[in-house]
């Protein structure tokens, strides 16, 4: 664990464009700290990161980082606009450029006061246990995934409120001050009730802000089954975008004349028409071709009206499952159809990199503004180690750099090697300064 003396060059660079957000310099230079810590260190909360900080006077108190970082009057939605400005950026004129919706869970076991966190199932891990539910955004293109928004859910209160209206529930309320205490009761649960928002609306509020801001006009749009909803697809093709989602299995469609499920319509071709599954050789985001047998035809749904369905099987002889994608654009072919569901998959490694490298979950703050901001400053994190420049061994500088692209570790190691020469050139101006090896360790760590 290296400390940090300084702000390493890529992400002091990186950080500049979001300077004007922050009143105060020094309040600058705690989130610039902040974020430096959220990609080198192990422990990314906010103490772990103060701890190993190095200051060149005195050393400002946990306190005062706290407040700088999460307590400060800068605005996180506006962080989040020009996040976006200027990640548009790099995705200009790259070919393919497709925004994928989904949500994750950030799981605290140990963090029951944390804004947001409930006890339910986790169908992920297929067991009981605590978490926030985390909407998101990212773009991608062949080289970069950006994350363009992240927001908490709110825990269904309301359910539990209702609950205990119920229990403490009386038929005559004689004493005024009953009356009231029970009607503000009454209150406190609409208002919750009206505040919630399911994690499909929280999707449907992204996808807008993204098209009121405009920063991606070519972009189209990729997501499963679960974030699907009329509402969501009704946005989209009104902005003059397209849009491609998995379908279940059990929706239904109108097929020759009559609703059939989707699932039973595959079995009816695989049986009796197999020859009108094609095969399909389409391109995926990591440049690779890959064999796919496809049947194509626009049907109609309920909701939805008419939309191009693709059945896709992997293998020839149609054994396997298949999987059901649905588009608005009824002009695509099967193939456009498969290579822009491909690029759906980067929000899942957006996911997996902002919890393994950048701390999505480490946050250990309580209240809402703070575990906000956390979350978006992850985000802008994961932006700038994707922007660093790469190092690494003479082999590994012949496959990736030769190609100008390379691994998310050695843009890592790019910037520890930053911080580490911030560290000798700190203990080559104390040598020079004729202090002892001991009192150079005592600035670097203290005891």
């Not at 061994?393 to 911080?419: D, K, L, P, Y």
Request: aromatic share 8%.
């Amino acid at each position: 664990m290296l400390p940090i003396v300084e702000v390493p060059e890529s992400i002091r660079r990186g950080m500049e464009r979001y300077r004007s957000i922050f009143c105060r310099q020094e309040g600058f230079d705690h989130v610039c700290r902040y974020v430096t810590g959220l990609i080198v260190l192990p422990n990314k909360t906010l103490q772990g990161i103060h701890d190993l900080q190095v200051w060149e006077d005195h050393t400002p108190s946990r306190r005062s980082m706290h407040e700088a970082v999460f307590e400060a009057h800068w605005d996180d939605d506006q962080l989040m606009k020009d996040h976006r400005k200027a990640v548009s950026q790099d995705h200009h004129g790259l070919g393919r450029e497709v925004i994928g919706l989904d949500w994750t869970f950030s799981h605290h076991e140990r963090g029951p006061k944390i804004y947001a966190t409930t006890r339910a199932w986790d169908y992920v891990n297929n067991l009981y246990s605590r978490f926030q539910t985390v909407v998101t955004a990212s773009i991608a293109n062949r080289q970069l995934i950006d994350g363009l928004e992240v927001k908490v859910q709110e825990p269904k209160l309301w359910k539990k409120e209702l609950e205990a209206l119920k229990v403490t529930a009386q038929e005559d309320y004689n004493q005024l001050e009953d009356a009231r205490s029970r009607l503000l009761e009454l209150l406190r649960y609409r208002l919750h009730r009206k505040q919630y928002r399911k994690r499909t609306e929280i999707a449907v509020e992204i996808a807008k802000q993204i098209e009121e801001e405009g920063h991606f006009p070519q972009a189209s749009y990729a997501f499963d089954s679960a974030v699907l909803t009329p509402e969501l697809a009704r946005l989209i093709e009104g902005a003059g975008k397209h849009w491609v989602s998995e379908l279940q299995s059990n929706r239904q469609i109108q097929w020759r004349g009559e609703w059939k499920r989707v699932d039973e319509v595959d079995k009816e071709l695989r049986e009796q028409h197999p020859e009108s599954f094609r095969e399909v050789r389409a391109r995926c985001r990591n440049g690779e071709e890959k064999t796919h047998f496809a049947f194509t035809k626009v049907v109609r749904l309920r909701r939805y009206g008419r939309k191009r369905l693709v059945i896709v099987h992997e293998k020839e002889d149609l054994k396997d499952e298949p999987r059901f994608l649905l588009t608005d654009a009824l002009h695509w072919e099967s193939k456009r159809v498969i290579e822009n569901w491909n690029f759906r998959w980067p929000i899942e490694v957006f996911h997996e990199f902002s919890k393994q490298v950048t701390g999505l979950e480490s946050a250990q703050v309580r209240k809402e503004e703070a575990v906000k901001r956390h979350f978006r400053l992850s985000c802008v994190a994961q932006s700038l180690v994707q922007r660093a420049p790469v190092s690494g061994t003479t082999s590994e500088r012949f496959a990736f750099v030769t190609n100008q692209q390379g691994s998310i570790g050695q843009r890592c190691r790019s910037i520890m090697r930053e911080v580490l020469k911030g560290v000798l050139q700190l203990a080559k101006n104390l040598f020079e300064q004729g202090r002892s090896c001991d009192e150079v360790l005592e600035v670097l760590m203290p005891a």
